[in-house]
């Protein structure tokens, strides 16, 4: 899979750790390729047991090849009742993020407003991140703008059904659009339905290319160099 990457001119892969497991993964995966760095982070979704501390994560993020803390967020969709403890969670990533000015990678699901609202008012833009898989409205991608984060973009994009995303990707400043797979799922149009791999953001570049009226060496270039002004410790770790 990394061969492949490369052969598509995927020149770097971030890998996103969901939990205390995938955590040791990634680090791994980091360590063994050095085109490969990693997050830290515990998904809003895992039960609340898995929670880390602010401390906790401080210390995991200390490996050379950690550049970001996440996946966190909030996500009110597959949680239910009292989510206090998944509020809390963020903000101990927040705080982890700040403290190791290491960018915070975000998930939101049917959790706009408090998303937002979190990062707005823990001065997440003191960190810096983007948020993840973006999915949401222009009000929100605006205020993701407005306190400094960049929007990443996954396959979802190039799905017919996308229209208000694709509304969304027309606007957003070319300076601030990542793209992404969120493997090994959502795979972008053509390979819908497929497990998906890094080899396929090349299919998201292109589609964004022809979205937006630029060619897809601009998309390309331009996301490169928003991944490395955004996680500029990713040069240093490879």
């Known amino acids: 899979m990394v061969a492949e990457a490369s052969e598509n001119h995927i020149e770097h892969i971030l890998c996103i750790a969901i939990d205390k497991e995938s955590i040791e993964s990634v680090r791994q995966l980091a360590e063994q390729y050095p085109q490969l760095t990693a997050s830290v982070g515990i998904h809003p979704n895992v039960e609340e047991s898995g929670t880390l501390s602010t401390e906790q994560l401080i210390e995991l993020a200390a490996h050379p090849k950690v550049i970001a803390i996440g996946e966190t967020g909030l996500d009110y969709f597959r949680s239910e009742g009292d989510l206090t403890w998944q509020r809390d969670r963020f903000r101990y990533h927040i705080d982890a993020a ?132 955004l996680f500029p410790s990713a040069r240093l770790a490879a």
């Open 98 to 229: 700040k403290q190791t000015q290491k960018p915070l990678i975000i998930h939101t699901r049917e959790a706009r407003e408090d998303t937002m609202s979190m990062l707005e008012q823990e001065n997440a833009r003191d960190a810096g991140g983007i948020i993840h898989c973006f999915t949401e409205n222009w009000e929100t991608a605006k205020r993701a703008l407005d306190i400094g984060f960049y929007i990443s973009l996954s396959g979802i994009v190039t799905f017919k059904s996308a229209r208000e995303l694709q509304d969304v990707a027309k606007q957003l400043p070319l300076d601030r659009i990542l793209i992404e797979t969120d493997a090994p799922y959502l795979a972008p149009m053509p390979h819908r339905g497929k497990t998906n791999k890094p080899a396929y953001v090349k299919h998201v570049a292109a589609f964004l290319a022809e979205l937006r009226g630029e060619s897809e060496e601009q998309i390309a270039a331009a996301t490169t160099e928003n991944f490395y002004r």
